[in-house]
């Protein structure tokens, strides 16, 4: 137990090494002064502890966890937040009708009554980190298995819940290198935030998929929230007497502008990499799971995209999930291509050769490879057929809500004598009701859901086809798939109460028993694809027991990667807790003769304007206030920076993340990763990754010359 904790605490107080670079890593705030020698070098002007203190005001409480999916920063003393565009998407989309389209045609309140509260958005400060190892280790200690698990839960429940002092504090205990070590990161949560601004799509999602994970790029990805708080500046659940938050911390903003060199933090929640990633993993990622997510989120978006282009009101229903569903199906794409281009396999398989012999004069560690590529022989032949749990039967929006709607009501008939129980329910039940029908669409989720079928019978051999599948098939076989499931999806639109929403209130109203609910042709389709059940029925133990024995062997091997590095300063993959990385602005050649910029400018927008094109097309604003020069104090050299790269070490979470110079300074937000470094998440490669951020003068431009919002402006120190 000990000598785990002082190794890892050796490793990450020795000086530098080559092992990382200065740009890779996604460092933990409360041991950033182990890097700091090496960022004064590269240009850091200001002290470890004005980076993050537990004690005092520190950088780390004017950075957000936004909506636990994104990052955000404060840039005012009255709880101004700064964010993407496409982290602000949902809220903007969601305060979209036809008649008052912000989303297509951008909205800045001009006071605090115009602002727009967002049910159920919220942020969390990070109020301290606290290295809790010794105190799980004592606890784990000689356990193995489901039992060594079920004694993490029950310690991280138990300090969890002593650090949870407030109704508004929340307390989690996360593990790092693989369960080598533990944090516990301490927050407080405010509930109230209200949209306050954001551009229009045209400018916020310029480029749209096109122009999405590529450099050189012109997206102002951004959008304006705020943090209320009740009586006495605490957390408070949404009150119209709740007043603008008032910080710890907040940013001030540079308008000086970025130069090639110039020193960069990136200070975020990234969400997850798992660069200790085996071989064996790669190989399974490449060949099995990324193409079959890639074909069934493209059979999603197309379905989605054919409906979406016919009506406004369809397109505002799907915009979010569209936006979302389309960033990741172009990632995966691009991460198969690079991992493949830059031979990340065949480098993990030599660093794995390197490891087999260190590890055999290691007792510990001794045929650890060889054990990972016992377990994923096991996984292998499965691989495509578990990707379609989540990615497949669970795409068409009805299944997911009838599995909770038809769980929860047969819960609730079981239990019809409780009535605050009874009660609890259905409220619960009512709230999905809504959320479900407001991006319900027929003809778009039934030739989705057919699709999908159709196409799991051509992807996956006949004989490991699960039971309830090949009943379908033998009912309703017409010859060939697409029409043998077409068939099916018709039969359950007419006969199923939980797909046609107002068939379902009308379900939901009948007070309906459990065994009426069992029998509902749709929940039986649905309880057939729950991934547990599903998983139970067909593979047995075969997942469970992979995922045990995985965890195990990571947790071996990066204890033996960090004793095979001693001496050497290591970081931990991300697990959505906040990060410091840092590096410097930089350019980079993607190719033989072509090297690109640091920046682009506004000219670049103009050269890619497309009139009325769904990408491509600009407010007659943009194009007005471009044809005058009107650039104001944010201009430099007759035009106008609108995005920066740089090679700071950033994955998904981190958008919205300020980028921040060697002052401490507000100078971009980061929103993207370049296409050639797609493998970051698995693979660092020093020569091609990059962060795309958006330069701040382009968002206060667009705020200020194109949005007339002075009052924000206002608010800002901005720092000439």
């Known amino acids: 137990m000990k000598k785990i904790v002082y190794l890892l605490l050796l ?180 509930d109230d935030i209200r949209l306050v601004g954001a551009p229009p799509q045209n400018i916020g999602k310029f480029g749209g998929d096109t122009d999405n994970w590529e450099w050189p790029r012109q997206t102002g990805d951004f959008s304006v929230f705020r943090v209320y708080a009740g009586k006495g500046n605490v957390s408070a659940k949404y009150n119209v007497n709740n007043t603008p938050y008032k910080p710890k911390k907040f940013l001030p903003v540079s308008i000086k502008g970025v130069k090639k060199g110039d020193f960069s933090i990136v200070y975020g929640y990234p969400g997850r990499t798992d660069r200790y990633l085996t071989s064996y993993g790669v190989d399974l990622a490449t060949e099995k799971v990324n193409p079959t997510i890639v074909k069934l989120r493209d059979i999603r978006l197309k379905s989605w995209k054919e409906d979406m282009n016919k009506s406004v009101d369809t397109r505002l229903k799907l915009s979010s999930k569209y936006a979302s569903i389309a960033n990741y199906w172009k990632y995966f794409i691009g991460q198969t291509e690079q991992l493949k281009r830059l031979k990340v396999a065949e480098s993990k398989r030599n660093e794995e050769k390197a490891f087999r012999e260190w590890a055999a004069e290691k007792t510990e560690f001794a045929g650890l490879m060889d054990q990972y590529e016992e377990i994923y022989k096991t996984l292998e032949p499965i691989a495509v057929q578990r990707t379609y749990i989540n990615e497949g039967f669970l795409a068409s929006a009805w299944v997911p809500n009838a599995i909770t709607m038809g769980n929860a009501l047969i819960s609730k008939d079981q239990k019809r004598t409780d009535a605050a129980y009874v009660q609890q329910v259905e409220e619960r039940i009512n709230k999905g009701l ?185 407010p007659a604003s943009l194009i007005e206030n471009y044809n005058k020069r009107n650039f104001g104090q944010y201009g430099n050299d007759g035009t106008l920076t609108v995005n920066f790269i740089t090679n700071n070490d950033i994955t ?44 701040i003068r382009y968002v206060l431009w667009c705020i200020d010359v194109l949005g007339g919002a002075k009052n924000i402006i206002n608010e800002l120190d901005i720092r000439k």
């Open 11 to 190: 490793v990450m107080t020795f000086s530098f090494s080559s092992s990382v670079k200065a740009d890779e890593g996604m460092w933990i705030p409360m041991l950033i002064g182990k890097n700091y020698e090496q960022m004064k070098k590269q240009g850091f002007k200001l002290t470890a502890k004005d980076l993050y203190n537990a004690n005092a005001s520190s950088m780390k409480d004017a950075i957000v966890h936004f909506g636990g999916f994104c990052t955000g920063e404060i840039v005012s003393d009255k709880g101004l937040i700064f964010t993407n565009h496409h982290c602000g998407y949902d809220a903007i989309a969601s305060n979209s009708t036809a008649q008052n389209n912000i989303l297509d045609n951008g909205f800045y309140a001009k006071n605090y009554g115009e602002e727009k509260p967002v049910e159920g958005l919220f942020v969390r400060f990070l109020l301290k980190m606290e290295d809790v190892t010794e105190q799980v280790n004592a606890a784990t200690k000689g356990l193995t298995g489901a039992a060594k698990e079920a004694k993490l839960n029950e310690v991280f429940a138990a300090i969890s819940k002593t650090a949870s002092t407030g109704p508004n504090i929340e307390a989690n205990v996360k593990d790092f290198f693989k369960a080598n070590q533990f944090i516990l990161c301490v927050y407080e949560r405010f």
């Open 434 to 618: 809504s959320t479900y029908a407001t991006t319900y669409t027929e003809a778009a989720d039934k030739r989705t859901f057919a699709k999908i079928l159709a196409e799991f019978y051509n992807d996956v051999p006949v004989k490991s086809h699960p039971k309830f599948y090949t009943a379908i098939v033998e009912k309703y076989w017409t010859g060939n798939p697409e029409t043998t499931f077409q068939k099916y999806t018709d039969y359950l639109w007419e006969n199923s109460n939980f797909i046609r929403p107002e068939k379902l209130k009308a379900f939901l109203a009948s007070n309906p028993s459990a065994k009426a609910i069992e029998n509902d042709p749709g929940y039986q389709y649905a309880a057939n694809v729950n991934p547990t059940t599903y998983v139970k029925n067909n593979f047995g133990t075969i997942v469970s027991d992979f995922e045990t024995r995985k965890a195990e062997l990571d947790h071996l091997y990066l204890k033996a990667t960090l004793e095979k590095n001693k001496g050497k300063l290591i970081y931990p993959d991300a697990n959505s807790t906040m990060r410091i990385s840092y590096g410097n602005v930089q350019d980079y050649s993607p190719k033989d003769g072509i090297t690109y910029n640091v920046t682009t400018t506004i000219d670049g927008v103009m050269q890619k304007y497309i009139p009325g094109d769904s990408e491509f097309d600009l």
């Open 652 to 695: 998904g979470g981190n958008s919205g993340s300020p980028v921040i110079n060697g002052k401490g300074e507000l100078i971009g937000l980061a929103f993207d990763g370049n296409w050639e470094a797609m493998s970051g998440d698995i693979a660092f490669d020093k020569k091609f990754k990059r962060n795309i951020s958006v330069d």
